[in-house]
Each structure stands twice: as structure tokens, then as C-alpha cells.
């Protein structure tokens, strides 16, 4: 049941960030970045045991985060051998990056890593 939970967690955070919407741009955010998957894994606090049990259920898992100058987006992630895109809007105010339906959340860049956090949770991004 632990692993349920942690699992549904690491499911949760995946769904916040197909979540990124609004409009408008940043230049700086501008550009192709990929997703940390082993990082958000590890993430979601499980034991050694379980993150190798986790990683064996969805294989092989990659993403990518497209932030365009026109304030669109595209998120592709891989799982299981099936391929999910989905496109939205996203706007930058300073240090915020306003998510779909929610609150804004803070972002960061330093040097090639993108940082988004909310309420406590982060995704770590590095561009490619």
C-alpha cells in the first residue's frame, strides 16, 4: 500500500506538469528541456527496493518541456512505449510561471537547469 501511495504522488506531480498553461513569454525559459525522470522517481521518497520496482513497471520513461517565444508549449512524455504530446500556453511574470487551473509557481534557471516548484515539489529540467 506505501508503494501505492508513493506512486499515486510521482502520477500527480507527472499531471502537474502536463498542466503548464497561459500565455506570454520569457526568452530565457525559451527553448527544449528534458525531464529528470530517475530525479522525480527518487523524488517521491521510496526506498531502493521500490524505485527499482516502479522503474521496471514503466520502463524506459523520457520527456520533454518545449517552451516557444509566441508563449506556446509542447510536452511530450514516453512511457511504456507509448508516446503522449500535449500542447498548451504558458505565462512568465519575474520568477513566476502561472499553471493551468492553479496558483502560480516559482521557476528558476541556473545555467542549463530549469527548476519549477509548487507547493513544496519540484521538477528539475535540463535543456537540451
Do not use: H
Not at 512524455?77 to 504530446?85: A, D, F, Y
Amino acid at each position: 500500500m506505501k508503494l501505492n501511495k508513493k506512486l499515486v504522488a510521482l502520477l500527480l506531480l507527472v499531471v502537474m506538469v502536463f498542466s503548464l498553461a497561459a500565455c506570454g513569454s520569457n526568452n530565457s525559459i525559451v527553448g527544449v528541456w528534458k525531464m529528470d525522470i530517475d530525479a522525480i522517481l527518487q523524488m517521491a521518497g521510496m526506498s531502493a527496493e521500490e524505485y527499482e520496482q516502479v522503474k521496471a513497471l514503466v520502463g524506459a520513461m523520457e520527456g520533454t518541456m518545449e517552451f516557444k517565444a509566441d508563449g506556446k508549449m509542447v510536452m511530450t512524455m514516453t512511457m511504456m512505449g507509448q508516446s503522449e504530446t500535449q500542447e498548451g500556453t504558458y505565462k512568465v511574470e519575474g520568477d513566476k510561471i502561472t499553471l493551468d487551473g492553479g496558483s502560480p509557481a516559482t521557476f528558476k534557471i541556473d545555467g542549463n537547469k530549469l527548476t519549477i516548484t509548487e507547493n513544496g515539489m519540484s521538477l528539475t529540467l535540463t535543456r537540451k
